[in-house]
């Protein structure tokens, strides 16, 4: 199982990055994605997730700035962040899991950096 994160990097306040997560090794239909972040020096945390069915969630501190997708064709679930903030940064992780079997996998994390 392989999940693997891409688009992190470094934005000016108020920019906009867009993340993706390509999954192998699983039946990507069956497991609820999601993408958490670690601060640095604190936990990581839930940032948004999607189940199979498509049903979203989000932490109530990116509400009307970001937006989670999935296209279950290419494995692959997104995270599009607008109006980001310094308090965005961290590690941002994908992480899958399994929503019969409760297996769950996590990506190897991507960096990124909201400073002026």
């Known amino acids: 199982v392989q999940l693997v994160e891409s688009g992190g990097g470094l934005v000016q306040p108020g920019g906009s990055l867009s993340l993706s997560c390509a999954a192998s090794?699983?039946?990507?239909?069956?497991?609820?994605l999601g993408w958490y972040r670690q601060p640095p020096g604190k936990q990581r945390e839930l940032v948004a997730a999607?189940?199979?069915?498509?049903?979203?969630n989000y932490a109530d501190s990116v509400k009307g700035r970001f937006t989670i997708s999935r296209d279950n064709a290419k494995n692959t679930v997104y995270l599009q962040m607008n109006s980001l903030k310094p308090e965005d940064t961290g590690v941002y992780y994908c992480n899958a899991l399994g929503q019969l079997s409760r297996t769950n996998y996590w990506g190897q994390g991507t960096q990124v950096t909201v400073s002026s």
């Open positions: 090794g699983i039946m990507f239909s069956l497991y609820r």
């Open positions: 999607i189940t199979g069915g498509g049903t979203t």
